[in-house]
C-alpha cells in the first residue's frame, strides 16, 4: 500500500506525493485547474475543485491545458510515486474591492 502524503509549502502551495494508477482528476479544458475530483480518486478530501496542478516531478505543467497535462499523468501512472504540486485556490477579494458597475 502506497502512502499518500501531504506537505504545506509556502505561498498556497500544496505537496501530494500521489500513488501509481488513475489519479481520477479532471482539469478545465484551457488549464490545469481541477474541474472534478472523482469518487474513486486516490486524492479525495486531498485537493479540491479549483486548485491548479503547477508541477509534476519537478516539471512545470502550469501552462498547459487540460488535455495536455491530462496525457502528461497517464504517461506517468506506473511509476511508483509522483510529486504533485498544486496552488490553492485564493479566497475571492472583499465585495469593495470588486469592480463597480457604471451609472
Not at 22 to 44: A, D, N, Q, Y
Not at 54 to 80: I, M, Y
Amino acid at each position: 500500500l502506497t502512502q499518500l502524503t501531504e506537505r504545506a509549502e509556502p505561498a498556497g502551495l500544496v505537496t501530494i506525493d500521489a500513488p501509481p494508477g488513475s489519479l481520477g482528476l479532471v482539469f478545465e479544458r484551457e488549464s490545469t485547474v481541477i474541474k472534478k475530483v472523482l469518487e474513486s480518486s486516490p486524492l479525495l478530501n486531498k485537493v479540491q475543485v479549483g486548485w491548479t496542478l503547477v508541477s509534476l516531478n519537478a516539471f512545470d505543467v502550469v501552462d498547459l491545458d487540460g488535455w495536455a497535462v491530462t496525457k502528461v499523468l497517464q504517461s506517468r501512472a506506473d511509476n511508483p510515486q509522483r510529486k504533485l504540486i498544486f496552488r490553492q485556490e485564493q479566497p475571492r477579494r472583499a465585495s469593495s474591492d470588486q469592480e463597480q458597475p457604471g451609472l
